[in-house]
C-alpha cells in the first residue's frame, strides 16, 4: 500500500474549498474518512490514530457519504462556520487525551461559498491530514490499537500479533537510520585524523511524519547557497548534485580532496553538514607556548594553562563556530522558504577527534568561570551517555516565538553555539546570563568570531 497517499493533486496547504469536489469520485477506505458531523472525542482520536497506525490519510468533518454501496463524497452539508474554532480545539484536545503517544495532524478548514459544492457562505468543511506515523503504534485511551483496513469506514481494533509487532518495528528502523549516521564517522587520513570536526545534522521533520521536499533545479540551489545579494557569511564556491540531493563544499585554500567545510543537502530537507574546528597545541616541552595569537583572552588563558601540568594538549578554537552557525542558518531560511516550510526544525550533532583537548572561547566571562571552575577536558567517552541520535533528544529550532514573530538566525546560532560549548564543559550559558544580565551574548560571540578571522590569517601565516 502507498504510505502518505493524497486524494488531491496539489499540497494541501495549496487547496481551496472548490478542490474537494474531487472527493465525489474518492471511496472511504484504507486513506480517507467521511463524517457529516464532528463526534465525540473518543470517535476522533479513534479515527486519528488508525490513520496514523496504518498508511496515513484524510478526514472530513462536513461530508456526507453518497450511500452505504457507493460510499464517497455525496453532498457536502458542512459545519457552521461560527462553530469552527470550537470544533479546532475539541479535535485537539480529543487527540491530546484519547492518545497516546499524540500522532501528528494537521487541521485545515475550507470555507464556503462553493457553488460546485453546494456549500453556503456560512458552511465550512475541516479536513484533519493524518501522516503515517514513525511513532506507532497509537495506543487509543480505552488501550486498543486501532488501525483502516480496506474498504471500511470505521477504524478496526486490531489483534494479530505479526501487524503490532510490524508497528512497533516502525519507529525502530528510523530509530536505527538515525543512530547508524551518529556512528558512520568519515574516513580520515592519517593528517586528518589529528583534525577535530563537528558532524551537524539538521532535519526539518525529525519523525517523518510531514514529508517535506525540495523541488528545486541544481542552479536554484547555488542560488540558495550562494545568493546574488550576498548577506552569507558561508560561501561555497563548489556546488553539485548527487544521488537524492546535492553536495557544498568550501574548496578555495583548501586541498580538493581534503575534508573541507562540507553541507550535503537531501531532497527531503535533511541536511549532515562537517565543519572543521581550528585548534592550537599547547606543549609543556616547549616551554607550555600555545598559539593564540589575535585574540583577547589569549595571555589569560595561556596563564591558566601553565599553571596546570600537562603534556601535550589540543585547544579547540571554538569562536569561528558562531558566525559559521549564523550562516548555516541563514541558508537553511532560504531553503525552507524555498520549500515553504515553516515548521521549524531539529538538529544534532558530534565531535570528533576531540579526545583530550580542551575549549577556548575569547570571552571575558568565560575565562571567569575556567578561573573559578577549572578548565574542562573534553573525554569522549562522556558523548556516550546520552542518546544524542534519538529525536527525542535533538535540539529544537522554533520557527516563531509565543507571539508569533519569526525568531532570527542569530538566536538559533546561539542556540547550537550554546549547546556546543555545554557538550564541550564550558559553563552553561544560561548561569553565564543570569550572572551577567547586561551581557549582549550575540554581540560578544559575533566580535569574537570575527577576531578568529584574523587569529586564523596569523597562524596560516607562521605556518
Not at 39 to 53: H, L, M
Not at 108 to 135: M, N, Y
Not at 312 to 322: A, C, G, K, P, T
Request: glycine share 4%; with cysteine; hydrophobic share 35%.
Amino acid at each position: 500500500m502507498e504510505a502518505n497517499y493524497s486524494p488531491f493533486s496539489k499540497h494541501i496547504n495549496e487547496l481551496v474549498v472548490d478542490d474537494l469536489a474531487a472527493l465525489r469520485t474518492v471511496h472511504e477506505g484504507w486513506y480517507v474518512e467521511y463524517k457529516e458531523t464532528v463526534p465525540n472525542p473518543q470517535a476522533i482520536a479513534k479515527s486519528v490514530s488508525a490513520f496514523a497506525n496504518t498508511y496515513g490519510g484524510f478526514l472530513f468533518y462536513g461530508i456526507r457519504e453518497k450511500s452505504k454501496q457507493e460510499n464517497v463524497a455525496g453532498d457536502f452539508p458542512g459545519i457552521a462556520s461560527d462553530d469552527v474554532e470550537a470544533m479546532r480545539e475539541r479535535i485537539r484536545q480529543a487527540i491530546c487525551a484519547h492518545s497516546a503517544p499524540e500522532p501528528h495532524f494537521h487541521i485545515e478548514v475550507f470555507s464556503g461559498p462553493s457553488e460546485a459544492l453546494g456549500l453556503t457562505d456560512d458552511r465550512s468543511i475541516i479536513c484533519i491530514h493524518v501522516p503515517q506515523s514513525s511513532k506507532a503504534p497509537h495506543i487509543h485511551k480505552s488501550g486498543v490499537i486501532y488501525r483502516r483496513v480496506a474498504d471500511s469506514s470505521e477504524p478496526t481494533a486490531e489483534n494479530d500479533r505479526h501487524v503490532l509487532g510490524e508497528l512497533f518495528k516502525r519507529s525502530n528502523k528510523l530509530l536505527e537510520t538515525y543512530k547508524s549516521w551518529y556512528e558512520a564517522d568519515p574516513e580520515f587520513n592519517e593528517t586528518e585524523k589529528n583534525h577535530p570536526y563537528l558532524r551537524l545534522l539538521v532535519t526539518f521533520d525529525p519523525w517523518r511524519e510531514r514529508l517535506p521536499w525540495l523541488d528545486v533545479t541544481p542552479s536554484e540551489i547555488r542560488k540558495l547557497f550562494n545568493p546574488e545579494e550576498k548577506t552569507a557569511t558561508l560561501p561555497f564556491d563548489t556546488i553539485h548534485s548527487m544521488r537524492g540531493g546535492f553536495i557544498a563544499r568550501q574548496v578555495t585554500n583548501n586541498q580538493l580532496d581534503s575534508l573541507s567545510l562540507t553541507w550535503v543537502l537531501r531532497r527531503d530537507l535533511t541536511s549532515e553538514i562537517l565543519i572543521p574546528i581550528a585548534h592550537a597545541h599547547a606543549d609543556a616541552n616547549e616551554d607550555q607556548q600555545i598559539d593564540l595569537a589575535g585574540y583577547e583572552q589569549e595571555a589569560r588563558f595561556s596563564n591558566m594553562l601553565k599553571q596546570r601540568k600537562y603534556s601535550s594538549l589540543m585547544v579547540l578554537d571554538l569562536n569561528q563556530l558562531y558566525p559559521i552557525f549564523d550562516g548555516i542558518f541563514e541558508t537553511l531560511d532560504r531553503i525552507a522558504l524555498a520549500a515553504n516550510w515553516k515548521n521549524g526544525m531539529s538538529a544534532t550533532f558530534k565531535i570528533l577527534n576531540s579526545d583530550r583537548s580542551c575549549p577556548f572561547i575569547d570571552l571575558d566571562h568565560v575565562m571567569e568561570r575556567y578561573e573559578k571552575y577549572g578548565i574542562p577536558i573534553s573525554l569522549n567517552f562522556m558523548s556516550a551517555l546520552r542518546e544524542h541520535h534519538h529525536p527525542d533528544n535533538f535540539i529544537k529550532f522554533h520557527h516563531q516565538d509565543e507571539d508569533g514573530n519569526k525568531l532570527p538566525k542569530e538566536v538559533h546560532a546561539a542556540i547550537l553555539m550554546m549547546s556546543v560549548a555545554a557538550n564541550l564543559g564550558i559553563p552553561m550559558w544560561e548561569d553565564l546570563t543570569d550572572a551577567n544580565p547586561d551581557l549582549d551574548l550575540f554581540g560578544k560571540l559575533r566580535q569574537a568570531g570575527q577576531r578568529s578571522m584574523n587569529a586564523q590569517a596569523i597562524r596560516n601565516r607562521k605556518g
